[in-house]
C-alpha cells in the first residue's frame, strides 16, 4: 500500500537548512560580540586587538565551512559539496543511497566500489527532513541510474 513517492523535479538541492542556520547564526552573533568587546576593551594594545578580532573571523570562517555541505541534483548527475571537497558524479556512478539508523549522513555507494558521503543529508536537528530527502535522493538515483539503464 505504501508507493514510493516520484521523485522530485529537477535541478534540487538538499542542505542541512536549520543546521545551516544556527551555525552562521551563532558564528555572527559570536564573532560580533566577541569584536565589539575588543573594541571597547581600552587596555588592548594594537597587536591585541588585531589577535582577537582574527579569531573572532576565524571561529565564523570555521562554522560557514561547517555550513557548506550540499547535494545538488540535476538531469546529468549529482554535485555533492562537503567541507572541504566537491565532487561531481553521473546517475550511472551512484548504485544506492544509505541513511541508515544513527548514519550521521547519507553515504553514496559508487560503481567504482568506493562509498562517498553527502553531507548535505544529515538528520541531526531535522531527522524528518533528512528521511525524506534520503528518499527523494535514493528515487532520483534508481529512476536515473544504472538501474534505469538496465530497464530495471
Known sequence: MNH??????????????????VLLTVGAAMSAV???????????SAAERTSFVFVALL??????????????????GVTVVNLT??????????????????DPWVFLDLSDGTSLPALGIQPGIAKAQAIADAR??????ESRGTGAEQGG
Open 136 to 141: 527523494a535522493l535514493r528515487a532520483l538515483a
Open 59 to 76: 571561529f565564523f570562517g570555521v562554522l560557514a565551512l561547517l555550513s557548506r555541505p550540499k547535494v545538488v541534483a540535476d538531469e546529468t
Open 34 to 44: 566577541i569584536i565589539a568587546v575588543t573594541l571597547l576593551l581600552d587596555r588592548l
Open 85 to 102: 571537497r566537491t565532487r561531481r558524479l553521473a546517475w550511472a556512478e551512484i548504485l544506492r543511497v544509505n541513511l541508515r539508523p544513527g
Open 4 to 21: 514510493p513517492a516520484p521523485p522530485p523535479a529537477l535541478p534540487v538541492t538538499f542542505r542541512p537548512t536549520r543546521t545551516r542556520i
